[in-house]
């Protein structure tokens, strides 16, 4: 015959499975963060990805008192470091800074293992960097019309130069390419920082480079601005033309986000949107963002989720019509 608990037993014994039901709900349910957490770049240090990610990072630490630490992971254009995020699980403890650059690379490549819009939710974006496009002084034009009217004249006898292949600087000139009709020779290069010396050195005439990197040969007379590539002229430099006067619909610039794997649980995602939203109306971050020649951006993480969507779409076309390819 089957013997049952004394009741005092019994009361005990429930007591003790609820109390083990609460403790695992409880440390399911633990408030992110608990433990530190990683901010991928996938560019060397120095940078403005780089420099971005430190800023927001350390604003998360303090706001979240856990660490938020960055890790360079440089490489196939940023496609190593996001490769790796994608792995990783989707907690919350592995960040991925994202920019235009990866919209670019879906359609650049063809063997990556993943699919960027799908597999990486959008967090919040944070900054955009206008470009501007600069001629070395010994080139003959002046103003953006007299830039065209050469290169019509003078078909692939300018040479464009780049950080590299599907870099902002690569894909804002290929753009500019399509729309003005005219043919200029890509030279890419390992980075903005020889293509910059090259332009200066004259060995290359044109670059539509961002304004963070450019900005101080300009004012120092070395380099010449002809226009920018947002979508009206910017209140630092009024003088400047945008494209978009003479080529209506041009616009571009390069913005930087925040990302993580796939299926981060909606909680985790809210919290760090609302926290890059109070971050880049700070004074103090805001001044950061203006020394890298950029504007806050922020909103909510469906909205950066539309920008990603659209931009893949966008490069895309471009980069299907100019023929490009990643070797």
Do not use: C
């Amino acid at each position: 015959m089957m013997k049952f608990p004394h009741r005092r037993q019994f009361l005990h014994l429930a007591a003790a499975g609820a109390a083990v039901s609460t403790a695992s709900r409880f440390a399911w349910a633990q408030p992110y963060p608990t433990r530190p957490a990683r901010i991928v770049v996938g560019f060397p240090a120095g940078g403005s990805t780089d420099i971005l990610a430190r800023l927001i990072g350390h604003r998360l630490s303090e706001r979240l008192d856990q660490q938020f630490l960055v890790e360079n992971r440089p490489g196939a254009a940023g496609n190593i470091a996001t490769e790796a995020v994608v792995k990783a699980r989707p907690d919350g403890y592995t960040l991925l800074m994202i920019g235009a650059v990866n919209t670019v690379n879906t359609t650049l490549y063809d063997n990556l293992n993943f699919v960027f819009h799908r597999d990486i939710t959008p967090i919040a974006s944070v900054m955009s960097i206008p470009q501007i496009i600069d001629v070395h002084p010994t080139v003959p034009v002046k103003t953006l019309p007299e830039l065209i009217a050469f290169a019509k004249a003078n078909p692939g006898k300018l040479n464009m130069a780049s950080a590299g292949l599907g870099t902002p600087q690569h894909m804002a000139g290929e753009l500019f390419k399509m729309m003005a009709g005219v043919d200029m020779l890509h030279v890419p290069y390992r980075g903005g920082a020889p293509a910059a010396a090259d332009l200066l050195g004259g060995q290359v005439q044109v670059m539509f480079d961002l304004m963070s990197d450019s900005i101080q040969y300009i004012k120092a007379g070395r380099l010449r601005p002809l226009a920018v590539t947002t979508a009206s002229r910017l209140p630092t430099m009024p003088e400047v033309p945008s494209v978009s006067e003479l080529l209506p619909s041009y616009e571009t610039s390069y913005w930087i986000g925040l990302g993580a794997p796939r299926n981060l649980p909606n909680e985790i995602t809210d919290l760090l949107n609302k926290e890059i939203n109070v971050a880049v109306t700070d004074p103090m971050i805001k001044a950061s963002l203006d020394e890298l020649g950029g504007t806050a951006m922020g909103g909510s993480s469906a909205n950066f989720g539309k920008l990603i969507i659209d931009e893949t779409e966008r490069w895309g076309k471009v980069v299907r019509a100019a023929n490009l390819r990643a070797v």
